[in-house]
């Protein structure tokens, strides 16, 4: 703390007016850190590596998404029993031989199968179909209770043990689960194997997209998280099917899709572990180190007295803090507990716009669209004239622009929103939440058989309430990330429901020698 803000915070105690200033210190805390980052280099050559590291990790996370559809596909097929060589495959699976008598059984022992372009899948291989695809299933429905465990345990971890060890980790359990699939399965080994996947997917890419966000300059947050997570991703999913084709196999296309990933664990010696996590949890002398890290790493001189003047800052703004919050204590905190249960809705129901119109207006636009969308296209289906094969896949293609934009753009919202000593868990929930959506999609999608528009309406009024929801959530674009509850709990105290930063004039913060200005010197 500056000597000058040391003297107004004194005088303005004097005044009575203590609780005021507490509020306007808190505020000013949370600029530290973005300030001694600018100082260390906040768009430089570490972040750069982050930036690197990301994209990697984004393309072979795409890739092990859509592994599991090319891996676990199921060619056409039919029972081979009784027929000669090379007959010509019927036009519709088929698991009952062709040919009975009173001699010959029902069950079939051979099949037969239409590769495409010569892949052979896991399920060919193994003969997982017919009688034996619920094998399959139960491989599925392991991994999705994987993923709704591990979204919650991975973010707590990440939130207790530190953002790099957790991303190592995970890698490290993916690597080892594709060796597991690929030298060896059974029955119990393939659900241990689908729980592991689960558990660890989401944490793959979600945590260095939380070190992103915190290292990042605000400015470029939106920019560079899309150009590495979108680009990337989206390369990913292009390449695998050819990768697949070409490779032949499943078990040559996952041994080549895990080797990259070996890569990752070293990177550990280039990424420093998030300074705000280690501010939340008063490890000053863990923060120094880290930023001292990426001030080298930017070739930044800074002198020691800044170091230091920065943890006693901290110290001085964490003396009533809680050192090891989890995600409970955020429903302690009412408007923090506000803000999740909106973002909660919000992933249940469902870039550079997010720099110009900001984060709120963009949530609020992309929801009511969707509602627009989910409104036509219930009104276009409900007759059978127009449930056309063009017609389909165009609003298909529509609802994935839509989910696309919603999910990307929410998931940053959603880091900016939460404090860092929390983040990981919160975002293990909405995560966890989102997959617990697709089970009452599915009932809702039922509610056709009541009436053909019924889903759409009900689809409509959630989305609608969501519109009204967001409209309760601070702005984040340009706004310094919480670190600790206190700070999550003040952030955009002052806005109303109708501000929006799209309607704000863009001018840069001025220094003002008001008491109640707050002092961004350190």
Not at 28 to 47: S, W
Not at 396 to 417: C, D, K, P, R, W
Request: charged letters at 15%.
């Amino acid at each position: 703390m500056s000597m000058k803000t040391k003297n107004q915070f004194a005088a303005l105690q004097v005044r009575g007016r203590f609780t005021h200033v507490l509020e306007i210190y808190v505020n000013n805390t949370m600029l530290e850190v973005d300030k001694m980052l600018e100082k260390c280099g906040d768009f430089n050559r570490q972040q750069l590596i982050m930036l690197l590291l990301s994209a990697l990790i984004s393309l072979l996370s795409a890739m092990l998404n859509i592994s599991y559809s090319i891996i676990y596909t199921v060619p056409k097929h039919w029972c081979a029993d009784g027929l000669g060589s090379g007959p010509p495959p019927p036009n519709a699976d088929e698991c009952k031989p062709f040919y009975t008598n009173s001699s010959t059984s029902d069950t079939c022992k051979n099949y037969s199968y239409e590769s495409y372009m010569g892949y052979q899948s896991f399920v060919s291989e193994m003969n997982w179909i017919c009688d034996k695809a619920w094998k399959m299933k139960l491989g599925n429905n392991i991994a999705r209770a994987g993923c709704a465990i591990g979204n919650l345990v991975m973010g707590y971890l990440a939130d207790r043990l530190g953002r790099v060890p957790i991303l190592v980790f995970a890698n490290v359990m993916t690597i080892s689960d594709n060796f597991l699939t690929i030298f060896g399965i059974s029955l119990e080994l393939f659900c241990v194997v689908q729980f592991i996947t689960g558990f660890v997917v989401i944490s793959n890419f979600s945590i260095i997209r939380i070190l992103i966000v915190e290292y990042m300059r605000p400015s470029l947050r939106t920019v560079c998280l899309n150009i590495s997570y979108g680009f990337f991703f989206c390369l990913g999913m292009i390449i695998s099917p050819w990768i697949a084709i070409l490779t032949g196999s499943w078990r040559r296309f996952m041994l080549l899709q895990a080797l990259p990933i070996i890569v990752v664990p070293f990177f550990f010696y280039f990424v420093p572990e998030s300074v705000q996590w280690l501010i939340s949890r008063q490890k000053y002398d863990e923060a120094i180190e880290s930023l001292r890290r990426v001030a080298k790493t930017n070739g930044r001189q800074i002198d020691d007295s800044v170091y230091e003047e920065f943890i006693e800052d901290c110290k001085l703004s964490q003396q009533n803090t809680k050192t090891n919050p989890n995600l409970l204590h955020l429903f302690r905190m009412p408007r923090l507990r506000r803000t999740l249960l909106i973002l909660l809705f919000e992933y249940l129901a469902a870039i550079v716009l997010q720099d110009r119109i900001g984060r709120k207006t963009l949530a609020f636009t992309i929801v009511i669209l969707m509602c627009i969308f989910i409104l036509v296209s219930g009104v276009v289906f409900s007759t059978a004239a127009n449930r056309s094969a063009r017609t389909l896949f165009t609003c298909y293609v529509i609802g994935m622009f839509f989910h696309s934009l919603a999910v990307n753009s929410n998931t940053q919202y959603t880091l900016e929103l939460l404090p860092a000593c929390i983040r990981g868990q919160a975002l293990g929930a909405l995560f966890t939440m989102d997959l617990a959506s697709l089970i009452w999609a599915n009932c809702i999608f039922d509610m056709r058989k009541i009436f053909i528009l019924l889903p759409e309406i009900i689809l409509g009024v959630l989305t609608l309430l969501v519109a009204g929801l967001i409209l309760l959530l601070p702005e984040t674009l340009d706004r310094t990330l919480p670190s600790s509850l206190q700070d999550g709990e003040q952030l955009g105290i002052d806005e109303h429901w109708y501000t929006f930063r799209c309607m704000e004039k863009r001018t840069q913060p001025e220094e003002l020698d008001s008491p109640l200005a707050p002092q961004n010197s350190i």
